[in-house]
């Protein structure tokens, strides 16, 4: 008897005990989420947060990589020109663009005038920035369905940016035009990809600088053949017999020389591939060349092209008056 | 008789004991006693712990910085704010020519985002020596991740993308898996989960939109389903009520990889949510993640109540190696890609040769490899175009 007794009340302790823990631990479980009884502070956490977001991003911008003055300056003129997917490479161009220091981007829009979206872009892209416009006459313009290598693009908008150039040259002095001596200018597409280390590369340039431009020419990548430190030929698969067979991102020109040659410009009327070399045969002969990006043996810009987006259904919805919103900006 | 009765004791016993042991076991890490409220320095706790996470994708030479300081030109990291949440983005990518131009200006862009964590998981059987270098020059805080996706499953390179076989949704899952593996569902750990893939662009507002998600956020996208953006219906509650698109929007989330994100604590508290990985429909993918997580009076319209577009699905165009060659023609030793020296050892391939044809018309009067020699000039055989093209693989 007294062993069942025990037995008994053995049992029910251990039975409580068992039942009590697992009561306990349930409660662990509904408790696990306090953050309900932040919630309402939360929001006012969330603006705070935001007001050190700013301050941060304020810090950024304004951080010591702007204020470094001493290196030359990189003049990048870029073409542009209307079309969907303008904004998205404008976009991730002035993504790279802001980590490099002391660069001043001129965009020149292929148009009669400087349009909203490209003003408004540039104005809160955070850069150093010139915003010029030039139409290509109609009978060098591409017309629908022709193929993108029927007539070279660009050429009168990089003249603008060059004339731009010339332009500020002539009017400005002292501190300004010392600096301007030791500047270098380079020709970027909107759709090409840079890496960082490119323009620490052009940086100083004393006549014109080449490097190695990947996926362009039907190749890997293009490039200069370097021997004893000097360009002896070009290493391309296409047309290799030209003047200067280098893509438009291959190569930059020091400030110094644009402004004392003041008649070469783009030819817009050349043939297809010769557009750099009207430009440069005005400039340099192969044996000036300086060669960069670890003697023409890296890649650090890439010939990209981004394709047009298919508008099918939207063209379908336009006919039946139900298009997308023009208000909003794409 | 009295074994019953020991049979119906010994059950007694045991049952809340294995109940006790299986709720241990399910929260086996965490620590069953709440931690301390009033320690509101559950930041300091969540610096430790984001530390923890990038000691191991930082290298030695890191460290995050209060202020940010230069040594040389590039040498900034990008700022981190022990305040702010974390943004996970997780990036599926594949070898191809373009692969490393996109990933450098994807990195770009990253980089002017402070509290941001990029989880970069590459479609392959090991981490590829390009990809390690990159994210190593990167400054980003990274996490480098691989999982190769069984030819079953993969998309045929050369047919016009099929959207039955959902592209890179192995490397996501392996990236949520990470993520609930090596961030416990501990309390204070405030993040962000967003998928990015490589070729799409965007803008830096974008990541501050979704930085403050308290479930799912969602916006529009620019350049999908055939339209100029596609972009959730918002009523006059300001909450999601449908789906602006043309393409099936019946879809219980109608919206692209690119137009949503989804908070790091729901991320943790689902573990069974992953991307469906086989018999998804085209364009349910989505769907198949977020309808284990979210309904859609659940998510909370970004972009000024979805009227601007912050984020847009850019493609690029393959480039066309037509003047490499069979045996190649750029040295190989320059690092371009990784897919290029592979592909140099196949010796067909299945190129369509309608993309390559109006090219290579232009390239045919000039083309200086001695192939060219075969064909009389400006009088190219569509035929033998088609045959020379299959030899020239990208």
Redesign the interface.
């Known amino acids: 008897m007294r062993m069942r007794l025990k037995l008994k009340t053995v049992?029910v302790l251990?039975?409580m005990v068992?039942?009590f823990?697992?009561l306990y631990?349930l409660m662990?479980?509904g408790?696990?989420c306090?953050?309900r009884d932040h919630e309402q502070s939360k929001d006012q956490q969330?603006s705070?947060?935001?007001g050190?977001?700013q301050k941060?991003?304020e810090?950024?911008k304004t951080?010591?990589?702007s204020k470094?003055t001493d290196?030359p300056r990189i003049y990048v003129i870029t073409p542009t020109y209307a079309r969907?997917?303008q904004?998205?490479?404008l976009?991730?161009l002035s993504?790279?663009f802001?980590?490099v220091?002391q660069l001043h981007w001129i965009v020149v829009e292929d148009a009669p005038q400087q349009t909203q979206l490209v003003s408004d872009f540039l104005s809160a892209s955070g850069l150093t920035y010139t915003h010029l416009n030039k139409l290509t006459p109609k009978e060098r313009k591409l017309q629908e369905g022709d193929?993108n290598?029927l007539k070279p693009r660009g050429a009168e908008q990089r003249n603008e940016g060059l004339r731009w150039l010339r332009w500020m040259g002539s009017t400005v002095h002292g501190k300004e035009a010392a600096a301007l001596e030791e500047a270098v200018v380079y020709f970027a597409d909107d759709d090409n990809?840079?890496?960082?280390?490119l323009f620490?590369e052009m940086r100083y340039t004393y006549r014109v600088s080449v490097w190695?431009v990947?996926?362009?020419?039907?190749?890997?990548?293009e490039?200069p053949v370097v021997e004893d430190g000097k360009v002896v030929r070009f290493?391309t698969?296409?047309?290799?017999n030209r003047p200067f067979p280098i893509d438009m991102a291959g190569f930059a020109v020091s400030l110094r020389l644009v402004l004392t040659n003041k008649e070469a410009l783009f030819d817009g009327d050349a043939q297809?591939g010769f557009l750099e070399s009207s430009f440069l045969q005005h400039l340099v002969t192969m044996d000036d060349l300086e060669p960069k990006a670890d003697l023409c043996?890296?890649?650090l810009v890439?010939?990209?092209?981004?394709?047009k987006?298919?508008?099918?259904?939207?063209e379908?919805?336009l006919k039946q008056g139900m298009?997308?919103?023009p208000d909003?900006?794409? | 008789m009295p074994k019953r009765k020991d049979v119906l004791?010994l059950i007694?016993?045991v049952l809340?004991?294995t109940?006790?042991i299986t709720?241990?076991h399910q929260r086996a890490g965490n620590p069953?006693?709440?931690i301390p409220?009033d320690n509101r320095t559950g930041t300091s706790k969540a610096h430790q712990r984001s530390f923890r996470l990038q000691k191991p994708c930082l290298s030695e030479n890191k460290h995050i910085p209060e202020v940010?300081?230069?040594k040389s030109?590039?040498s900034?990291s990008p700022?981190w704010?022990n305040?702010?949440?974390t943004l996970h983005i997780i990036t599926p990518t594949y070898s191809r020519?373009?692969q490393?131009?996109?990933l450098?200006?994807l990195a770009?862009?990253l980089?002017?985002v402070?509290n941001l964590h990029w989880l970069l998981v590459e479609d392959s059987a090991q981490k590829t020596p390009l990809v390690s270098r990159l994210l190593e020059n990167s400054r980003l805080n990274y996490t480098h991740l691989n999982v190769e996706t069984p030819p079953n499953l993969k998309v045929q390179r050369t047919k016009f993308r099929n959207a039955r076989i959902p592209r890179g949704t192995m490397q996501r899952n392996l990236a949520l898996r990470w993520l609930r593996a090596n961030i416990g569902p501990r309390?204070g750990q405030s993040g962000v989960v967003y998928f990015a893939d490589d070729d799409n662009?965007?803008?830096?507002e974008l990541f501050?939109e979704m930085?403050?998600t308290h479930k799912a956020s969602v916006w529009?996208v620019?350049?999908v389903?055939?339209?100029?953006?596609e972009s959730p219906k918002i009523n006059s509650q300001g909450k999601v009520s449908g789906w602006?698109t043309?393409?099936d929007p019946r879809r219980p989330f109608a919206i692209d990889m690119a137009g949503f994100a989804v908070n790091l604590q729901l991320i943790l508290s689902k573990p069974q949510a992953y991307f469906k990985l086989k018999g998804v429909k085209g364009g349910y993918q989505e769907s198949s993640l977020l309808q284990d997580l979210v309904t859609l009076s659940d998510l909370e319209p970004k972009a000024d109540n979805c009227?601007?577009?912050l984020v847009?699905?850019?493609?690029?165009?393959r480039?066309?190696?037509?003047?490499?060659g069979k045996k190649?023609?750029?040295d190989g030793r320059?690092?371009?890609?990784e897919m290029?020296r592979r592909r140099r050892s196949l010796s067909g391939c299945n190129n369509s040769p309608q993309t390559l044809f109006?090219?290579f018309l232009?390239?045919m009067s000039?083309?200086?490899?001695p192939i060219s020699l075969q064909y009389r000039k400006n009088k190219p055989h569509p035929l033998f175009s088609h045959l020379l093209l299959s030899r020239y693989c990208i």
């Not at chain 1, 990809?193 to 280390?197: E, F, G, M, P, V």
């Not at chain 1, 990947?214 to 990548?221: D, I, N, P």
Request: hydrophobic letters at 40%; charged letters at 20%; one cysteine or more.
């Open positions: 049992f251990y039975f068992s039942l823990g697992l631990a662990q479980l408790q696990r306090d953050c969330i705070q947060l935001k050190e977001l941060l991003q810090h950024i951080s010591e990589l470094k290196v969907l997917v904004k998205a490479e976009t991730r993504h790279t802001l980590h220091p193929p290598w990809t840079y890496s960082l280390q620490e190695p990947g996926l362009v020419g039907g190749m890997k990548f490039r290493h698969g296409w047309r290799p297809m043996t890296k890649v890439w010939h990209t092209r981004t394709e987006p298919k508008m099918k259904r939207e379908a919805l298009g997308s919103d909003v900006e794409v | 004791a007694l016993i809340p004991w109940l006790l709720l241990w069953l006693l709440p409220r940010t300081r230069m030109i590039h900034r700022a704010s305040a702010l949440p020519p373009v490393k131009a996109e450098t200006r770009n862009t980089l002017h402070p309390l662009t965007y803008s830096l501050e930085r403050w529009p620019a350049f389903g055939g339209l100029r953006y602006r043309v393409f009227t601007k577009v847009w699905h850019t493609r690029t165009e480039p066309l190696l037509v003047n490499e190649g023609f750029t320059v690092e371009q890609t290029v109006p090219i232009n390239e000039t083309l200086q490899h």
